[in-house]
Structure formats: C-alpha cells, structure tokens
C-alpha cells in the first residue's frame, strides 16, 4: 500500500486529503485512509482518472489522455473528470485546496 | 536412445538430442555406437493463416534521454517524434479484440524505444486504455517495458504500480555504468538508475537487470552479480555482450573475449541462482526447442511512432543494413491493422532459414541468435564470438542438467578443452 503520496499539485483547485493512499490491483485502484480503513474501489474508467490527477494538475494535461483512454470526445472527457472531482470532495478523499490550511 | 550431436568434452562426449531433450555423457566407443536417427522437426515454413500475437509491443518514441557510449540506435540523435494517443489506443484496441476472437486470456503489451518514457504520457494512455479494456472484456494485462532507468520518482513509481517486467538497462557499478550509459550532455547516470532499480526491486514488479559486459567489466562479473544481488533484489539478471558500434571503439569499450564471457557467466549463475535470481545469456538452452532467438517469427507486432508495424522492435536502418525489411503493415487509428501478409510470410521463413547453423548443436536452442545483427542471410558465422561463447554455456548448461558440476569447472579452466569444444566444425554424431 502507497502511504500519505504528496503529489506535486500546488496551486490547484483540489488535493488529496491527509493520510490518503492507494493500491493499484488488477481491474481497480483501492483507496484508503490511514485509521478509516479503505474508503473507495475505483473501476475503469475511474481508476484512470484517480491516476491521472496523483501527476497532473491541469484539465489541459488530463482531458486529451484520458479522451484517448476512454474512446471519449474531449467534452465527455471533462464531464467525467468533473464528476469524479465533485464525487470524490464529496467522499472526503480530495479536499478544494483552500480547505489545506 | 538416437542422438543428433556429439560434442567433445575433456576427453568424452556430451551427446545431445535437441527435440526429445535428452542428453548423454559417454566414452569414445559409445559415441561410435550412438545412433543419429532424431527426425527432422516439424518446420512450418508458412506462417499460419491466422495472425496469433505473441504480443503488442509500442515504441512511444525513438527519442533517449540518454547517449550510451556503445548505442546504435538513431534515438540518441532524437526524432522529436512521439506516438499519437489515439494510435496507441487503436493499437491496443486491435489487440484486445484479437485476443477475445482467438479465446487468448492475456493482453500482453510491451513498450520498448528509445526510451520509452521519455514520451510518459503515450505509456499512462496505452497502459490505462489496455487496462480498461482487460476490466471491460475479463481479460489480464500484462506489461513490461525495457528502460535504461531515467526517471523521475513519479514516473519510477507509475512503472512499479502498472507493470508486470521491467527490463533495466544497468552496466553496473558507477565505473562501467557512467562510462557505459552517460546522460545526453556527458552528466553520470548512475545515482539516478541505481535509485530507479532499488525502488523497482523493492516493488511487485518483476526487476530484470539487462547488463552489457565488455572487456573491461567481463571479470567482475561474479562480483557484480554479488553486488546486483545485495543491492536491487532484482528477479532476474540478463547478461549480454556489447555489440560494438562506431561509436563503441571510439570510447574504447570493446567486446568481451567469449571464452571469458562464457566462463564469467556460468560463474555469475551459480552465485545469482543461489540466491533465488534467475540468470539469463538470451541463446542459452531452454527447456524446449526453438526455431527463433526473439519473438520475431512468433507473430509479435512491434507499432512504430507513425504507424508502422514491424516484427522487431530494432530501428529500421539496422535491419536495412543486413537486406532485411521487417515491416509487415500498418496501424492506424481509423481502421486498425493492416497486415502486409507477403512481408509476414517472408519473416517467418527468414527466421527458419539459417544455413550457417548447419550442423550445430546449438541449433535448435539459440536458433542463430539476432537475425537482425548476428545471423541475416549469407553470413559466415561459424567461429564468430556468439557462436563460440554460446557453445561453451550450452555445452555447460547441458552438463548441469545432468548434476555435472565438477566436469564444468575442470572443463572451464582448460582453454584448449573450451577452443575444441568451441571450434569443431562439425558436430553431428554420426561423423567421425
């Protein structure tokens, strides 16, 4: 299990809540804090997407792979980037940024 | 018992019969007695009709970040160019529909360069859309990428995270590494690669050290396998030889002697293999016959940055220069593969063509080595450097089958025993 990653992310919308890590297995991404156990199993195609925003911060960066990965527009793709970020703040397992202290 | 070999070893004979796998050690009069009665193997000179891939494999670019003293591939110049997303998806794509059609569990795709990450975002696409795919249609993935280890930690720990092999380029100790494998610029890679390979042996990845041995670094050999061991806990260390190009003897690193290469392995495996670590020289005899030294011939498809679908991953001039054109058709994004049928043909005859192995008896085990650089068409190789350090560890290997371990060490220091057992002409059983 990946422990507390510090992605390199500064000075964008979201970042990962404190003591989040993960495992990547065969067909999914498992996500877990430190104390609460695991919080998520993500599938395709939103075990792509968890991997893509650990490395980059940028929509510009994101939506052409993640078009290309998933046979997506680029509208589409960012329809479901969105909706992962929003589900996830939601989950506690993201935080916007301002909320870092 | 029918063998087809007879090869001589410190006064007997090891007799060997390649495709019942069955090997002797006998006197003068046996070997008189040994019948060479071993069929003909079953020689499919066409390839089947239907395209069965050993594997994908992906050249994201041909560009390096690195400039290696011995490298003759055009990368270390940079093309710049770098493989379309929506290629490497179509590529993937192509192969997971295959594999449903053909009832195949395993989508199996390999990266090689260049070096591959240096176009990074070509391999998260290929990974994640081969990943997708495998999810969708239950289907395993399967990746392995040959690197030379310049990386950063994020990329280092995307490759630990996502793939199965990694195939690490590392001559070594800083001394051979940073002479061997400089960065573009002439900076030392050492610190960086030894990072990378220390991070990967700690991981679930399969590590394989891929290392060059030249005739400075042929007699540490043994030290280095105790160092590799310590050091990176790699799976499996690879070793081969340099392969001098123009550019090799200007930075004065040449070739092992072969004798000192073969005797240097066989040392290397007995203290790898002690502790666990499987040792490779790649035309080493393996458990089952084989008419081809790589995947070429076995159907694997090799995706260039533009398209092109090769049976090799090695760099078009290279396979040009031995009269070779290994380019058996098209990928595109739009309609898939287009498969240049005749241009396959010619590769799996041209695989299973090897004139200069007549006679051999390592044959049907390292089948000729590179088609590209070793064994193309019309070339002399009987007593070349390959084929003399491949008979003595085929021939040591085959004594180790048998738990002949003394015999293999009384053989490896007798230099007049090695050159006999190198250099015979021929060594088919029922010639005298």
């Known amino acids: 299990m990946r422990k507390d990653r510090k992605p390199n992310r500064k000075g964008t919308a979201v970042d990962f809540a404190p003591h989040i890590g993960w495992i990547v297995e065969e067909e999914s991404v498992r996500v877990f804090q430190a104390k609460k156990g695991e919080l998520l199993k993500l599938k395709y195609p939103e075990a792509a997407v968890w991997d893509l925003i650990s490395r980059y911060s940028q929509e510009a960066d994101i939506i052409p792979k993640l078009a290309a990965i998933c046979e997506l527009n680029a509208a589409s793709a960012r329809t479901l980037l969105r909706s992962c970020l929003r589900s996830w703040l939601q989950a506690e397992v993201l935080l916007k940024a301002a909320d870092r202290g | ?432």
């Open chain 2, 1 to 432: 018992m029918t063998f087809s070999f007879a090869i001589p070893v410190l006064g007997k004979w090891l007799l060997s019969a390649p495709f019942s796998q069955s090997v002797a050690l006998v006197n003068e009069s046996a070997r008189r007695r040994a019948v060479s009665a071993e069929p003909p193997p079953d020689f499919h000179l066409r390839a089947p009709e239907e395209l069965d891939p050993l594997f994908l494999g992906i050249i994201p670019t041909r560009d390096c970040n690195m400039a290696c003293a011995y490298c003759g591939f055009r990368s270390s110049r940079g093309s710049g160019k770098h493989m379309d997303y929506a290629l490497a998806a179509a590529a993937v794509r192509w192969l997971a529909e295959t594999c449903l059609k053909r009832n195949k569990e395993t989508l199996n795709v390999h990266f090689f360069g260049g070096e591959p990450l240096s176009a990074f975002d070509v391999v998260e696409v290929a990974v994640h859309s081969a990943r997708r795919l495998a999810a969708e249609n239950g289907l395993i993935p399967h990746f392995e990428v040959c690197t030379n280890g310049f990386m950063t930690d994020d990329q280092s720990r995307f490759v630990g995270d996502y793939f199965h092999t990694v195939i690490l380029s590392f001559d070594g100790p800083p001394e051979f590494q940073n002479r061997n494998r400089r960065l573009k610029g002439r900076g030392e890679s050492f610190e960086t690669v030894a990072r990378t390979a220390r991070a990967l042996g700690d991981g679930p990845a399969q590590l394989c050290l891929r290392v060059c041995v030249t005739r400075d670094s042929v007699a540490r050999m043994p030290d280095m396998s105790l160092w590799f061991s310590r050091e990176f806990r790699p799976g499996v260390v690879s070793w081969e030889v340099l392969k001098p190009t123009s550019r090799s003897g200007k930075a004065g690193l040449f070739p092992p002697d072969p004798y000192d290469f073969a005797c240097g392995f066989i040392a290397s495996r007995r203290i790898l293999e002690q502790r666990g670590i499987r040792t490779v020289y790649a035309a080493d005899v393996l458990p089952e016959p084989r008419y081809t030294f790589c995947p070429m011939g076995q159907d694997a498809l090799v995706v260039t940055p533009d398209g092109r679908v090769n049976a090799c991953y090695l760099p078009e001039e290279e396979w040009l220069g031995s009269g070779l054109d290994l380019t058996i058709g098209r990928m595109s994004s739009d309609s898939g593969l287009r498969l240049f049928s005749r241009a396959r043909q010619k590769v799996f005859q041209h695989v299973r063509h090897k004139p200069g192995c007549d006679g051999c008896f390592c044959r049907w085990s390292c089948a000729g080595g590179c088609h590209v650089h070793h064994s193309a068409a019309g070339r002399d190789i009987r007593d070349s450097d390959f084929c003399l350090q491949t008979r003595i560890i085929t021939a040591c290997s085959l004594l180790q089958r048998m738990n002949e371990e003394s015999l293999v060490d009384e053989l490896l220091a007798d230099r007049a025993a090695l050159e006999k057992l190198a250099r015979q002409p021929s060594y088919l059983v029922n010639q005298s």
